[in-house]
């Protein structure tokens, strides 16, 4: 049983440029959450969708968005890169109700 | 809003003794409290969950206590073995229905188990 998987695992990009990072769930999960992730830090919640629809959000600007699609995989899009959002970005899931989340091993994402 | 307050330093513990790790938070009382378990380059892996009327939890070797009148959670560890190396996570969610929420995590302690 695949946990949770998410492509690509290292991304180098310019500033100013905009990036979208993937994620598949578990298998029978429905819900999934991003999470920004900066060395020493702990994980910082992005925003979270079920059913396609942004559920909950983060303090992160405008500039993050996403997109879940039927199949419950989801996207991670960030315009307009800055320096700072250098981060592993880290996707979760799980079923809705149920606590205890299945994360990836996230994107690398280095902004130069 | 939520804060976490986690050991920053790493901790030394020698093989075979109990490793205890604190998770101290502001604010409102969480509905939940997890523990996650985060490897160099990896996602965090979900441990345990205690629910706020639980005092206690246990799996195996793990234990995790929750006292919302000190708003603290203690996870502890025993019998530890090198493997058990890794930087341990507090996450707090409010639970407010339907997983909804958002984990606000902690920076989380630097575990260091020496043979």
């Known amino acids: 049983d695949a946990g949770v998987t998410q492509s690509p695992t290292h991304l180098i990009k310019t500033r100013g440029q905009q990036v979208t990072l993937r994620c598949s769930p578990k298998s029978g999960h429905d819900t999934v959450s991003w999470y920004q992730q900066a060395l020493g830090q702990g994980p910082q919640f992005i925003f979270q969708?079920?059913?396609?629809?942004?559920?909950q959000r983060g303090n992160f600007p405008d500039r993050f968005s996403g997109h879940q699609f039927p199949n419950y995989s989801s996207e991670l899009n960030v315009n307009a890169l800055l320096l700072g959002d250098s981060a592993l970005y880290l996707c979760a899931s799980n079923r809705l109700f149920i606590y205890g989340y299945t994360f990836g091993s996230g994107t690398r994402l280095t902004v130069v | 809003s939520q804060k976490i307050e986690q050991n920053s330093e790493a901790l030394n513990i020698q093989e075979g003794k109990t490793a205890t790790l604190t998770c101290n938070y502001t604010n409102y009382s969480p509905a939940y409290l997890q523990w996650y378990r985060q490897d160099p380059g990896r996602g965090p892996v979900f441990l345990l969950l205690i629910r706020e009327n639980e005092k206690e939890k246990r799996k195996e070797r793990l234990k995790v206590t929750f006292d919302t009148t000190l708003k603290q959670s203690l996870f502890h560890i025993t019998a530890s073995q090198p493997a058990d190396s890794a930087t341990y996570l507090c996450a707090l969610d409010r639970g407010s229905g339907g997983g909804a929420d958002g984990l606000t995590f902690g920076k989380g302690t630097h575990l260091i188990i020496q043979p």
């Open positions: 969708y079920y059913e396609e629809e942004e559920r």
